[in-house]
């Protein structure tokens, strides 16, 4: 049984023009201690799932309309607030792209970081929690902990608040990890310190992460599994290997074929999805990447494509993948 | 390389006063850019890549007169662009223009995209208004966008397509020299292809030399013939694309190659982890300005600057131990 399990979700948003499915049908599996890689571009609603995921949906406009989520084999879309206040944050923490706004800039580091630890250990005398404060502080790697605890959030780096962000959501010893976009915002160097760090936390610690990212790179570098997002629904699910070596679902393919490479022939003409990521608002019937698709037949723009099995935890939602693999095959 | 380069730049220096205190007097500076020179010949395309801090945007907006240089000279076709009065200046904004990530904080939001992409004709008396109306709409169409966007408003338009319209009105008055600042950093992975092969296209019909200013080195790279590694307001590498992907010299640039996570999951590398962060450009360190984070580092570049050695006539390296860590290597 997978650790997390999101069945067939769906969540609505309400907008200026009317309701919209911005998630549909949306089905992911976490295992216990693996790195699931969620990707996709802008409006895709890898952000969203996750925050339904943590029952952070913005209230009233977005609402979950249909499906489950399992975590450790109960229901947890249907729990009270209360009843799910207990796994979030506990069970399932989160970090986000930007910890400055996460952040409290008012409140001093360590403050806040009490705050995150009192929580999950309510008997916890203060000398305790400073202790596990400097101890957490001590194992994501920030140095002069003893002073950074009583700075504010402002004097520290871009890397050193996510490196804060990712002790608080430690320090309730989480089963789960969900990272949305947690390196984006930094440079490269940094951003190579704290996916390092993510990797040694969960040899110790043993959590699942699910990684949001558009990043590609970062997806084969941490991710064993991967999701690939479009326009509110599952577009391919596959192990990392077999997704890059041979993606199967026309998105992914264009996804990949498009990233400019470090061994690309220099001023190359890069391959490219034509058209953009449609508005929510007016995205086709049928297949939602039937207007990019340069394989679209009619069945496309009407029909929804199902979640077909190709391997062993391997799905692909296209209603041609089959026939163009075979035209691959034979071309080749 | 009889050739005179289009635009050469020698040891341009921005300083930017820090003020604090009763008085708000200036208590020290932020050392924004110091010491760079670096040419771009016609047509070519130099990338200016760097992590946030280092001056890469700052050199572009001081190419183009948007900041006034602390020091130094920017020779445009000869002519030094820092020298320049009001009037010259104007003139030269037909020669080189600039394009930023967000194109939708450069575009009037009132004006319609036709009115905007017109101005640049009007600014410089180029054309009747037919005439004009009529240039507008091939530029859409020079930039896949459909003709009739003239009558739209820039919120209507997503942001790829916003790019594209930042792009139109850049190439408007057929410039020598456009500086890329960020250009595709906000948009997504399949927009940001279709964006750069215009670019290229572009570059390749008009004879365009661009500056190319951005973080992604895997970008910079795919875009550049020559490419100048900057960090903490100084150039600290200049070399081909090619080369400077198989044999990276300076150790910031090897570090920062490394750091870059490759979209197959197949190689497995060992990487080279900087630790810390980039220091303060307002109290940067003495000597090697890298030497905080080198693992090369020794007395010699605490103590002193090195200089930029020209290889040949792509390549120029800042680092006193670069042959020695290079034979250590190949060994």
């Not at chain 2, 130094?72 to 662009?81: K, L, R, S, Y």
């Not at chain 2, 006539?313 to 190949?330: D, F, G, K, L, P």
Request: glycine letters at 6%.
């Amino acid at each position: 049984m997978p650790l997390l399990a999101i069945e067939n979700l769906a969540v609505s948003f309400e907008t200026d023009e009317g309701i919209v499915d911005v998630i549909d049908g949306v089905s992911i599996d976490l295992a216990e201690g693996e790195t699931l890689g969620l990707v996709g571009e802008s409006g895709c609603g890898k952000s969203v799932t996750a925050l339904t995921v943590m029952g952070l949906l913005p209230k009233p406009a977005g609402r979950v309309v249909g499906g489950a989520i399992h975590f450790d084999g109960r229901d947890i879309t249907s729990l009270t607030s209360e009843e799910l206040s207990t796994i979030r944050g506990r069970d399932i923490a989160m970090i986000f792209q930007e910890p400055m706004t996460a952040l409290n800039p008012v409140h001093r580091v360590g403050n806040q970081l009490a705050e995150s630890y009192r929580l999950h250990h309510p008997e916890a005398s203060k000398a305790e929690i400073r202790e596990e404060s400097l101890k957490l502080m001590d194992h994501v790697g920030i140095p002069a902990a003893e002073q950074r605890l009583d700075e504010y959030p402002h004097q520290l780096s871009g890397g050193m608040r996510q490196r804060v962000m990712i002790a608080m959501a430690l320090s309730s010893k989480p089963r789960v990890l969900i990272a949305d976009e947690p390196t984006t915002a930094l440079d490269v160097t940094i951003q190579a310190q704290i996916l390092e760090l993510l990797r040694d936390l969960q040899n110790e610690y043993g959590m699942a992460i699910v990684f949001i990212t558009h990043d590609l790179g970062v997806i084969a570098e941490l991710a064993s599994r991967v999701v690939v997002m479009y326009a509110g629904r599952v577009a391919e699910a596959a192990p990392v290997d077999a997704l890059f070596a041979s993606p199967k679902h026309p998105y992914a393919q264009g996804l990949l074929a498009s990233i400019p490479r470090l061994d690309s022939e220099p001023k190359s003409l890069l391959p490219t999805i034509p058209g953009v990521v449609p508005r929510i608002e007016d995205l086709p019937d049928g297949c939602r990447f039937s207007n990019r698709c340069a394989h679209a037949r009619d069945a496309c723009w009407t029909d929804k494509p199902a979640i077909e099995s190709v391997a062993t935890d391997r799905t692909v939602a296209c209603l041609r993948w089959r026939e163009l693999e075979q035209q691959a095959a034979a071309s080749a | 390389m009889s050739e005179q380069p289009l635009l050469s730049v020698v040891n341009l220096t921005k300083h930017f006063p820090v003020r604090g205190g009763l008085f708000l007097r200036t208590v020290g500076h932020v050392h924004a850019v110091d010491d760079v020179s670096f040419e771009v010949r016609r047509g070519e395309t130099l990338g200016l890549v760097g992590e946030s801090g280092c001056g890469k945007s700052t050199v572009g907006k001081a190419l183009l007169r948007l900041y006034e240089a602390t020091a130094g000279a920017v020779f445009f076709e000869g002519e030094d662009i820092t020298q320049m009065n009001r009037k010259r200046l104007r003139a030269l904004r037909k020669d080189i223009q600039i394009i930023f990530q967000d194109p939708f904080e450069s575009l009037n939001a009132r004006h319609t995209v036709g009115k905007i992409l017109a101005e640049p004709f009007v600014i410089h008396k180029v054309g009747t208004p037919n005439e004009r109306q009529h240039r507008v709409e091939q530029l859409l169409e020079r930039v896949g966008l459909d003709a009739s966007a003239s009558n739209r408003f820039p919120h209507e338009f997503s942001g790829g397509q916003r790019q594209r319209i930042g792009i139109a009105r850049a190439i408007a008055l057929e410039p020598k020299l456009i500086v890329c600042d960020e250009a595709v950093s906000a948009l997504d992975v399949s927009v940001q292809s279709q964006v750069i092969n215009l670019l290229l296209d572009l570059q390749r019909e008009m004879n365009l030399a661009l500056i190319f200013i951005a973080h992604d080195l895997a970008v910079v790279k795919h875009i550049s013939d020559r490419i100048a590694v900057m960090y903490l307001g100084e150039i600290v590498e200049t070399e081909t694309a090619q080369e400077i992907y198989a044999a990276p010299k300076h150790p910031y640039t090897q570090a920062l190659l490394s750091a870059i996570p490759i979209p197959d999951p197949t190689i497995r590398r060992q990487r080279q982890i900087l630790s810390g962060d980039v220091p303060s450009p307002i109290t940067p360190p003495s000597g090697c300005r890298f030497h905080t984070r080198c693992s090369h580092a020794t007395a010699t570049c605490r103590n002193r600057k090195p200089t930029r050695e020209q290889i040949d006539a792509n390549t120029s390296i800042a680092c006193h131990h670069w042959e020695q860590i290079q034979a250590e290597q190949a060994a």
